[in-house]
């Protein structure tokens, strides 16, 4: 409580009184508007021509009316009522009614009495009698108890009495107090409140039944109304001229809604709350300025946020939780969500999601992990903004079982790592003779005549898809060209090169995780079969051991889908930036066919020659198969400039159409764009940043690996979201298969 605005030092209230005082909550945040009310009833209390007694906040629902009605009552020490308005309200409900007089000696019981009239329920009963006589919940029954006995004995002996009871409305003007008038606009008879009109003046009196009541000099009137709804009337002339103070309430600011929120449903996620909050904002703009009845405020926002942190999507609770709740007419449903597209909001929405996914490893619960016998909760490493790891955070620890040898194929591994030095020495003959086998396959699947032909053929394909992707684009009349590699004896050594310093780490991380897609499954489980649950395969390499599937369909698709696109521009020579890139993608598309991951790769540059702005060369598409891979790849080599949007819009498209679960795109450059004429700054920041926003939407989740000095700058125009930062080269082909394995 702010002291600064309290009116009522000196005054001396009766228990039941300090109890209605309202005091705020940990989930209160003081807004502007309080603050601006709570200052300017304080700075002319002592004025009596003008004194701020009546108040009007006038609002949507959710707005806040109420919770900053309450919060007065708090800011200047007023206890606080309300009364809630009703269609068929007359002037009884106004001033009060005659009700049966409970006949009692005990001067302590019509006291309590008083006090339980202003309560609702049983329990506020309870609570009032136990606050009143500072006792507990047990002995507060047994003396409600015994006064009921009372009174039953005195309605035996006694006549019925009949007493003139005053309404909230009168109560509170008579011993000063911070009355809320709820909803006054739907009472169908307008002149009922008018009876007021002369209380709610500056010493106002009120003519009851039983005399004359003038108003306290500490009454303060909030009047709460909704603004033009279904059944709302506007609000008597008369008795709005007869406020001092109006506000027009709306959402507060995206701070103030984030800050209550955080203390309302202890969702802590500051990005989600923040994009979440201007959804809101924008949705009730929408809906004024296209007369459309619903309400988007803060109730909805606070249920919303709640269902996120429940673990719901929120781009699919947002049609509940907010969107249902403004309209359900098609058409006006049509309306918002347009506005939603045309803001992107949805689309940072997304990213956030795409950006949690990425940081956030899967767990299973601590019941879980005891049923299956592991000691510890499986977990993800978490992707940071850095050099990746090249070491599983989490260690496996079995529980020792007395007298019993826990073999090996028993034991379960909780995280996906690469095997350290130590490890790779203990299989290095084993390598040594996968390395020669895929030697040896390298090219034996056809000719190069006949490799050739086929390239030629798609070659055409290719490049009317490239036209048709462009279309509506800035680079629709660019002169983009797609190349297939040629390759000849000289590239499959090469690619041979290529394959055995990375085929170590490959055959390492591809057991591993073959092993775990292979271990559970048994005679009575297995992928694609029907047994009331369906063992899935694709689940195990989270590590979390959630690897069935209850009472779901058998699903054959893949858990992931890999498009890399590799900065082919010059600046790739520096510092054996393109040697490392060509070991990243060969270690890539290895990883991919052993553990039949769908991959697509390509290269780019711009600016070859004037006809051929831009030059991609597609390594590998979704349905070639692995044939001459690392030869093709070994052909990639340092040319011009780079004109990123394009790779990325192509890229993205085609990995659109994939079935996979999660769908993932990475870039790997060593600088900012830069192609002529002006394709740099912000038209390329511009560009690229609409590829991300149309298919991060889509479930594409981009990844741009900085491996130059220009990671600041990739960073601003890719965002925070869609950056990791590898700060040695070196280790490029081992830390994106770490990262990759991680989304399997």
């Known amino acids: 409580m702010d ?32 603050v601006r009310i709570a200052s300017e009833i304080k700075n ?362 826990v073999s090996e194929k028993e034991k379960q591994p909780d995280s996906i790592e690469i095997p350290d030095e130590a490890t790779r020495n203990d299989t290095e003959a084993e390598s040594t003779s996968a390395s020669l086998d895929e030697e040896e396959k390298i090219g034996s699947a056809m000719s190069l005549d006949e490799m050739a032909e086929i390239d030629k053929a798609k070659r055409k394909e290719l490049n009317r898809e490239i036209r048709e992707s462009l279309k509506e684009t800035i680079h629709a009349k660019e002169g983009t060209i797609l190349h297939r590699p040629t390759i000849n004896e000289i590239a499959i050594k090469n690619g041979q090169e290529l394959t055995q310093q990375v085929l170590p780490e490959v055959e390492s991380l591809s057991r591993v995780i073959n092993d775990l897609l292979t271990k559970e499954v048994s005679n009575d489980f297995s992928s694609g079969k029907y047994y009331g649950a369906r063992f899935n395969p694709s689940h195990v390499a989270y590590g979390d051991l959630r690897n069935f599937d209850k009472k779901n369909p058998p699903s054959e698709n893949p858990s992931l889908a890999l498009a890399v696109r590799v900065d082919e521009s010059g600046s790739m020579l520096r510092d054996d930036r393109i040697q490392n890139a060509k070991l990243a993608a060969v270690a890539l598309s290895l990883f991919a066919e052993k553990t039949n991951i769908p991959l697509m790769l390509y290269g780019d540059s711009a600016d070859l020659s004037q006809r051929e702005k831009t030059s991609i060369y597609s390594y590998k598409e979704f349905d070639d198969n692995y044939d001459f891979i690392a030869a093709k790849l070994s052909t990639m080599k340092p040319r011009q400039n780079n004109r990123d949007g394009v790779p990325l819009r192509l890229l993205a498209e085609k990995l659109s159409h994939q079935a996979a679960d999660t769908k993932v795109l990475l870039s790997i450059s060593d600088g900012q764009p830069k192609a002529l004429p002006d394709y740099t700054g912000e038209k390329a920041r511009q560009d690229i940043q609409n590829v991300l926003a149309d298919y991060e939407r889509k479930g594409i989740l981009f990844i741009a690996c900085a491996i130059g000095e220009d990671k600041e700058q990739l960073r601003a125009l890719y965002g925070e979201n869609n950056f990791v930062d590898i700060s040695d080269i070196s280790t490029l082909p081992q830390q994106l298969l770490q990262l990759i394995a991680r989304f399997i």
């Open 3 to 34: 002291h600064s605005f309290v009116v009522t030092n000196g005054r001396k209230f009766t228990k039941v009184e300090e109890q209605m005082i309202w005091r705020k909550p940990a989930s209160h945040k003081t807004s502007q508007e309080e």
């Open 44 to 405: 002319n209390w002592l004025d009596p021509e003008m004194k701020i007694m009546n108040v009007l906040l006038e609002g949507d629902a959710g707005s806040g009316k109420t919770q900053l009605a309450r919060a007065l009552s708090d800011d200047l020490q007023l206890p606080y009522t309300k009364v809630t308005c009703f269609a068929d309200m007359d002037k009884t409900d106004v001033f009060g009614a005659l009700l049966p007089v409970v006949s009692t000696d005990s001067d302590e019981d019509q006291e309590l009495l008083e006090a339980i009239y202003q309560t609702d329920s049983l329990q506020e009963v309870l609570s009032v009698i136990a606050t009143h006589f500072q006792i507990d919940a047990n002995q507060a029954k047994e003396r409600l108890s015994k006064l009921i006995e009372r009174i039953d004995q005195a309605d035996n002996t006694t006549s019925v009495e009949y007493k003139f009871y005053p309404s909230e409305i009168v109560r509170a003007m008579q011993k000063g107090y911070l009355l809320e008038i709820q909803e006054p606009t739907v009472i169908r008879d307008a002149s009922v409140l008018v009876a007021l009109n002369s209380a709610l003046e500056p010493n106002g009196l009120l003519n009851i039944p039983t005399g004359i009541i003038r108003r306290h000099p500490d009454c303060v009137v909030i009047i709460t109304t909704n603004r033009n709804y279904q059944g709302n009337r506007p609000l008597n002339e008369s008795l709005r001229d007869r406020v001092q103070h109006a506000e027009k309430m709306d959402l507060p600011t995206i701070e103030v809604m984030i800050d209550r929120a955080m203390a309302k449903t202890n969702f802590t996620d500051y990005d989600y709350l923040e994009i979440m909050a201007k959804i809101i904002r924008l949705l009730d703009e929408t809906a004024k300025a296209n007369a459309i009845k619903g309400v988007a405020g803060m109730r909805s926002y606070f249920f919303w946020v709640n269902s996120l942190k429940q673990g719901q999507d929120p781009l699919e609770s947002i049609f509940p939780k907010v969107l249902y709740k403004l309209t359900t007419d098609e058409n006006e449903l049509k309306i918002l969500q347009e506005a939603l597209e045309q803001s992107r909001l949805l689309t940072e929405l997304q990213q956030v999601k795409n950006q949690q996914k990425l940081k956030q490893g899967r767990k299973i619960s601590q019941a879980e992990a005891d049923q299956r016998n592991i000691v510890e909760e499986a977990e993800e490493a978490t992707l940071k903004n850095e050099a990746i790891e090249t070491e599983g955070s989490v260690e496996n620890e079995e529980e020792a079982k007395p007298e019993e040898v």
